[in-house]
């Protein structure tokens, strides 16, 4: 986002506008630095006769102009384009009295005037381009009458080779040419970035939107789920302390454990699918030594895979203060979903490092990794390529919601045949995020 727009945001149907005004202030000291050296180089150069102190005030009067400008920059932008137009409309009577001491129309620099008629069709609204068309018209026609000095650039021939007025004339059309260029480039760049953000904006507002969807979704389905599934287990539990003193059938036995087994199972994806999991930023953030986070995040897992987790610090003990559970979480899916990618009995590994502005802590595999095309949806909801049953497609969508919500990121690297790295990523240094203290 460009800074100055984030806090206030233009008013509708005028970016270009509020766009405009840092580059215009900066674009106005230039054109009198500009103006002044040409003054000078006319009096002290060519050695022409005019009043120089009265050639130049017009310039004293838009470069004081020019510093209120800039401390108007804070106004909100409704008041943009009314601050620009009176802006433009002065350098315009600016430029008529500066060229009316400097030879009045036949002073080449007249080409000026389009400079201000070209800036204001680019920024402003119509009605002003025509309000500038028509005042620049006005004072270059008073000048056919008004000359404040008796300064006059004679008419070029083609048999007088480079004369001072040719040369004039070249010099203006490059310095109209370049402010007409550099200007309404940046202008355009300006544009095209703010337009970029927008896009992320709405990409942004699209992910939120659709985890609003889950989130209504996951409330809904535990809230239906949990009485049926509360049934379940207490008749499941009934079953086995029947199988077992009054039946005593093993086989049933097993078969209540199971059935009891899996509501557990369906009550811990109901969990991961909860509110709590969906909105991490809700979460305190608490400090806790990084060995002990791991450690922690190793207990979630079943006690089969413990095993074949590798863990590997930096040297140092440090603290980190984050959202402990929602840390836990984020990165138990990742392990998961490691061990998932990874032949039976492979290796995963975690490996937790402090870099100068964040945490980063990746969650390396040695399965099959990911084509591509895999590889750019792996963070899309519902998107997975387990086999139906076997997982929803929401671990690394709530993991990647999770670390943008905290200004961090998650990155996923594979390379076909030797495996893919999760890495998350998260800030030290902002206020209020996750941060390091040793």
């Known amino acids: 986002m460009i800074p100055a727009l984030s806090k206030q945001p233009p008013a509708a149907g005028d970016p270009a506008a509020s766009l405009a005004l840092p580059w215009v202030v900066r674009l106005r000291y230039g054109m009198a630095a500009g103006e002044v050296a040409v003054v000078l180089g006319l009096y002290y150069g060519l050695r022409l006769d005019f009043p120089l102190k009265w050639a130049l005030m017009p310039l004293a009067v ?3 102009s020019n510093v209120l400008l800039g401390r108007l920059r804070s106004l909100p932008a409704r008041f943009t384009q009314d601050t620009l137009g009176s802006v433009f409309c002065l350098d315009t009577v600016c430029l008529t009295a500066i060229l009316a001491f400097t030879g009045g129309a036949t002073n080449p620099f007249s080409l000026l005037y389009l400079v201000q008629i070209t800036l204001s069709a680019v920024v402003l609204r119509r009605l002003w381009t025509w309000i500038l068309g028509a005042l620049s018209t006005a004072g ?10 008796g300064v006059e650039f004679a008419p070029h021939h083609f048999d007088q080779g ?8 070249w010099i203006a059309f490059v310095a109209a040419a370049g ?3 550099f200007f309404t480039g940046k202008i355009s760049d300006a544009l095209r970035k703010r337009e970029q953000d927008v896009l992320v904006l709405q990409e942004h507002v699209a992910k939120n939107e659709r985890l609003a969807s889950l989130v209504t979704l996951a409330a809904g389905a535990a809230h239906e789920l ?3 599934l509360g049934t379940i287990a207490i008749v499941a539990k009934e079953l086995e302390h029947y199988a077992s003193n009054v039946a005593r059938d093993d086989a049933v ?3 209540s454990r199971l059935i009891r087994s899996e509501v557990d199972r369906c009550r811990r994806i109901l969990e991961r699918m909860s509110v709590q999991s969906a909105e991490p930023m809700g979460e305190a953030p608490s400090r806790i030594r990084l060995r002990e986070l791991l450690a922690q995040v190793s207990q979630q897992l079943p006690e089969a895979r413990r095993a074949f987790l590798g863990i590997e610090l930096a040297a140092g003990e440090s603290e980190v203060i984050l959202p402990v559970r929602a840390t836990i979480q984020s990165l138990v899916a990742l392990v998961q979903n490691a061990f998932d990618a990874s032949a039976r009995n492979g290796a995963v590994v975690i490996a937790a490092r402090q870099s100068e502005c964040s945490l980063v802590i990746a969650v390396r595999d040695q399965g099959h990794g990911m084509p591509p ?3 750019r949806r792996i963070a899309e909801p519902f998107f997975t390529t387990k086999e139906p049953g ?3 497609g929401l671990g690394t969508f709530l993991v990647r919601t999770f670390a943008e919500g905290l200004g961090g990121r998650v990155v996923f690297d594979s390379v076909l045949g030797k495996g893919t790295t999760a890495t998350l990523e998260l800030p030290l240094n902002a206020p209020g995020e996750a941060h390091v203290s040793v």
């Open 62 to 64: 838009s470069l004081a």
């Open 140 to 149: 270059f026609g008073l000048l056919f009458f008004v000359r404040l000095s």
């Open 162 to 169: 480079l004369s001072p007025h040719l040369i004039g004339m």
């Open 179 to 181: 402010l007409i260029t």
């Open 226 to 228: 949990s009485t049926p």
């Open 253 to 255: 036995v097993g078969d």
């Open 373 to 375: 095309n895999v590889l």
């Open 390 to 392: 076997q997982g929803m």
